[in-house]
């Protein structure tokens, strides 16, 4: 599976939008990129994810370049609660998939 | 709440002893992965079950195993505790479709295991 990058640590004011990047230059074809978060000590909760085009749900929107080797998680009005980990990564969505974490990008929502 | 539920929340062993940690996966999904997470760090991937079978496997030693249930639910053992095993042990369950595709994996709250 594909590398990702990401910054070690951001900060954002509550209310504002906080926009999380990720390059994955070496993702391949039929590769996802997935976004995780994990708030300390709880397991890993599934945010969103994404192929090619752009998606959004109830928690965050999923920019993804055109080119695919980079992508941006954005969380549209960032609450105290938004405080976490942030893991991206890339996976094969086929029959034995895992992921593969890195360090993820601690996200520090201040008021 | 993913539904994925593990137990116990927090266990205490000393080296060289041997653990059975359990999960539940959601309802609906046949696949439970299990992953290491140590302090500090993102979660490892130890292995994958579908269909009773390991279907995939991390870099972690024989004396970390596995089953799967009929009903799905799985059980991760470690025997001969060492004291880099200390570690948040999460599970996540998946549905795949036989080769056709995977789906996103739902993580449970994770066991805090401590090896004294």
């Known amino acids: 599976d594909a590398k990702t990058t990401q910054p070690t640590s951001m900060d954002c004011a509550e209310g504002?939008?906080?926009?999380?990047?990720?390059?994955?230059?070496t993702i391949s074809g039929n590769e996802y990129v997935y976004w995780y978060r994990q708030i300390h000590s709880?397991?890993?909760?599934?945010?969103?994810?994404?192929?090619?085009?752009?998606?959004?749900?109830?928690?965050?929107?999923?920019?993804?370049?055109?080119?695919?080797?980079?992508?941006?998680?954005?969380?549209?009005h960032a609450t105290l609660r938004d405080t976490a980990v942030y893991y991206c990564i890339v996976s094969h969505n086929n029959a034995g998939n895992m992921l593969t974490f890195g360090g993820g990008t601690r996200l520090m929502v201040k008021p | 709440e993913t539904g994925v539920t593990q137990?116990?929340?927090?266990?205490?062993?000393?080296?060289?002893?041997?653990?059975?940690?359990?999960?539940?996966?959601?309802?609906?999904?046949?696949?439970?992965?299990?992953?290491?997470?140590?302090?500090?760090?993102?979660?490892q991937f130890i292995f994958q079950y579908y269909r009773e079978e390991e279907n995939g496997r991390g870099n972690f030693p024989p004396r970390f195993s596995g089953l799967q249930f009929p009903n799905y639910s799985s059980e991760?053992?470690?025997?001969?505790?060492?004291?880099?095993?200390?570690?948040?042990?999460?599970?996540?369950?998946?549905?795949?479709?036989?080769?056709?595709?995977?789906?996103?994996?739902?993580?449970?709250?994770g066991t805090r295991l401590l090896v004294l």
């Not at chain 1, 890993?44 to 998680?73: C, F, V, W």
């Not at chain 2, 266990?11 to 299990?34: A, D, F, M, P, Y």
């Open chain 1, 42 to 76: 709880q397991g890993p909760q599934y945010i969103i994810h994404g192929l090619k085009n752009n998606e959004t749900n109830e928690m965050a929107s999923l920019i993804i370049t055109e080119d695919r080797k980079s992508s941006t998680l954005i969380l549209p």
């Open chain 2, 7 to 43: 137990s116990p929340t927090h266990l205490i062993k000393t080296r060289g002893q041997q653990v059975t940690l359990r999960c539940s996966s959601q309802s609906g999904h046949n696949t439970v992965s299990w992953y290491q997470q140590a302090l500090g760090q993102g979660p």
């Open chain 2, 76 to 109: 991760l053992n470690v025997n001969a505790l060492e004291l880099d095993d200390s570690a948040l042990y999460l599970c996540a369950s998946s549905s795949l479709k036989g080769t056709s595709g995977g789906e996103t994996q739902y993580f449970g709250p």
């Open chain 1, 16 to 25: 504002r939008a906080a926009n999380l990047p990720c390059n994955h230059s």
